[in-house]
């Protein structure tokens, strides 16, 4: 009878049985704390993005607002610029108007009537002139009798007055003109002055 052969069985290692033999464990399910702690976490991420969000648009608005107002400035000053080189060529009209007025004799009995109405008629042509450009912004100042302003006249020479106290206008060769409350062109004007003292004569003192 043949002799009957056994196959070797494998050896199992005694870790593996043990481990084969526990139950695999169930993960563990948050608390309730852990959730809240969790969801309070990501609430506070979202609030820092949305507030870095906030941030980023409100400097790019501030930047837009500052190009739009770049914008705008260049608009008005090259505006302005033309506006007010024309309405200084305008003044030069007025103040030849004014100029040759003022060279006309004085109204005196008798005079011819021709130069009466020639008077009153540029009279009326300068009421009417001076009357559009102040629609238009364009206005006439006189400074006689104001304090004297650096910003706004322009001194030609100064006088002795006894009635008029020091720095006072008393005479303008030529009126000052604003352009929309700006200065346009000063006047050109003369100062007064206090009198200089009087010398003691002779014997006297």
Do not use: C
């Amino acid at each position: 009878m043949p002799a009957m052969t056994t196959e070797p069985q494998p050896v199992q290692d005694p870790m593996q049985q043990q481990s084969a033999a526990e139950p695999e464990t169930a993960p563990q399910e948050p608390t309730t704390e852990q959730a809240l702690q969790a969801a309070q976490d990501r609430v506070t991420a979202l609030e820092a993005e949305l507030a870095e969000m906030k941030e980023r648009w409100m400097r790019a608005e501030a930047e837009n607002a500052n190009v739009r107002a770049r914008a705008r400035k260049d608009v008005d000053d090259t505006r302005q610029y033309a506006v007010q080189k024309f309405a200084a060529e305008v003044v030069d009209a007025a103040e030849n108007l004014r100029r040759g007025i003022a060279s006309l004799p004085a109204h005196a009995p008798g005079e011819p009537a021709i130069l009466g109405k020639v008077r009153e008629g540029l009279e009326g042509v300068e009421r009417s002139f001076v009357s559009t450009l102040e629609r238009n912004g364009i206005k006439r100042e006189d400074p006689v009798g104001q304090p004297f302003d650096p910003n706004l006249h322009q001194a030609m020479a100064e006088q002795e007055s006894d009635l008029h106290p020091p720095g006072t206008v008393v005479q303008a060769w030529s009126q000052g003109w604003t352009l929309h409350g700006r200065l346009l062109r000063p006047a050109m004007v003369v100062v007064a002055k206090a009198p200089a003292p009087e010398l003691p004569g002779p014997g006297q003192g």
